[in-house]
């Protein structure tokens, strides 16, 4: 169904207007729509080599995302010699980093929070945006993959650390190897001007390979 003709003219004044307060052009966001892209423009996508899975399973692409899987490296909090968190300040020794062996588990008890990591290396280039979200399967069952860092900015570069929370009664186990949660991919209206990655930008976490404990926060 086509859209009114007052929202089209309202469109175009109010890129106009944004494009003479920024005094830059908006390389043609009206011809371009911001789009999730379907499994056909991911596979097209990865083919180019413009978004990176590896490894990739091709049962894993789904209609409109590719399942990620579970890595062997997990993070978990020293409540034992450490009173508080405190995102402004360094912590050494926070976290503990536990590598899981083949073929055992991890056990994530009821309440607790840990940090794991996918088994793929993700790569999204300057004018995809990506979303991570957790499989609805699991998610019945309790567990979270993330709090708040759902987010894959353009020209992210790594592995994507996971933020893992049982809010079940019952432990959950956790196998390496298993699909942990769903990668979706936005198309944006124009490239950014500064990937994720980019010198002076403090991305912190660009190339990161395993479950990755927080940088300071700042101010």
Request: aromatic share 6%.
């Amino acid at each position: 169904m086509s859209r009114p003709t007052h929202y089209c003219v309202g469109r175009d004044i109010l890129y106009k207007r944004i494009s003479m307060f920024l005094n830059i052009p908006l390389y043609g966001v009206r011809k371009v729509d911001v789009v999730v892209l379907s499994d056909r423009d991911i596979k097209a996508e990865i083919a180019a080599g413009r978004i990176v899975i590896e490894p990739l399973c091709e049962q894993n692409v789904q209609p409109a995302s590719v399942d990620v899987c579970l890595g062997s490296n997990f993070r978990i909090f020293r409540n034992s010699t450490h009173t508080s968190i405190d995102p402004l300040v360094a912590q050494e020794g926070l976290t503990e980093s536990i590598d899981v062996p083949e073929g055992d588990v991890f056990v994530l008890h009821p309440g607790q929070f840990a940090l794991g990591t996918t088994l793929e290396r993700i790569v999204i280039p300057d004018d995809v945006l990506g979303k991570l979200e957790g499989k609805s399967t699991l998610g019945r069952l309790g567990l979270m993959i993330h709090s708040t860092a759902g987010y894959v900015d353009p020209g992210w570069d790594g592995e994507l650390t996971l933020e893992l929370s049982n809010v079940a009664n019952l432990p959950i186990i956790l196998h390496p190897g298993m699909r942990i949660g769903q990668l979706s991919f936005e198309r944006m209206s124009s490239p950014v001007e500064r990937p994720y990655g980019s010198e002076n930008l403090g991305s912190h976490y660009q190339g990161q390979r395993g479950a990755t404990p927080s940088h300071v926060l700042s101010k």
